[in-house]
């Protein structure tokens, strides 16, 4: 099940070991060259001058409403982490980067991206080419280079962009197998009621015989 970073700004972050909330998120921080979310950082009141920030590596779940980790020790400074620090202070741009293909052909800015909330890795980047034209899913595996001024993509990536139907959410999906499901059933429904029937009847035959009446088969 894939979803938007747009999703997680302004999530509370809630501990599983006390139920405390440790605050909303606030940014991401990425690692492009790895294409995954590497942490996150929440606007936690009353701690550190220092913005803290949570490790992907402590999410345990994101819901619709909340992301958890499994204790309120996931909060941490970020000079603790110099890998994260780096990352935080020397981004490469990731949403609104143009990108363009190894042929010096512009596909699109990047418009959001989708990920797999279990380890934060980034499968998808939404493409915007224009105002008339809607977001389509590029696959990360299509990029090469990350750069501060561009992404640059394989040759020929503006082929495999995939329309949002494409990249239908896997709850949809779930939803419209659901309604699949139910329709499979209530197809169904006529052949079990007259399975039914048939066995009613067999067991209380229809109509009753008269006293006087010859038995079956008799006259012949």
């Known amino acids: 099940m894939f979803y938007t970073s747009k999703k997680l700004i302004g999530m509370p972050v809630v ?91 512009v596909i699109g800015t990047v418009d959001d991206f989708r990920f797999d909330p279990q380890d934060g890795k980034i499968y998808y980047l939404d493409i915007k080419s224009g105002l008339l034209h809607g977001s389509r899913g590029l696959e990360t595996g299509q990029i090469i280079t990350c750069g501060r001024d561009a992404l640059i993509a394989r040759a020929g990536a503006e082929e495999t962009l995939q329309k949002p139907a494409g990249l239908l959410s896997v709850k949809w999906q779930e939803t419209a197998a659901g309604a699949g499901k139910a329709l499979q059933e209530a197809r169904g429904i006529p052949r079990r009621a007259a399975e039914v029937f048939n066995r009613y009847r067999q067991r209380f035959p229809l109509g009753c015989k008269k006293d006087g009446d010859p038995p079956s088969g008799a006259g012949n």
């Open 15 to 105: 501990s599983l070991a006390d139920g405390h909330q440790l605050g909303r998120v606030k940014r991401l921080i990425i690692d492009q060259h790895k294409m995954v979310i590497a942490a996150f950082t929440v606007d936690r009141k009353g701690w550190f001058k220092e913005q803290p920030v949570i490790p992907y590596s402590h999410v345990k779940s994101v819901g619709n409403h909340a992301i958890t980790v499994d204790q309120a020790a996931a909060v941490v400074k970020l000079s603790s982490q110099p890998e994260l620090e780096a990352l935080a202070k020397h981004p490469l741009p990731l949403l609104g980067a143009r990108v363009i293909t190894e042929e010096g052909t």
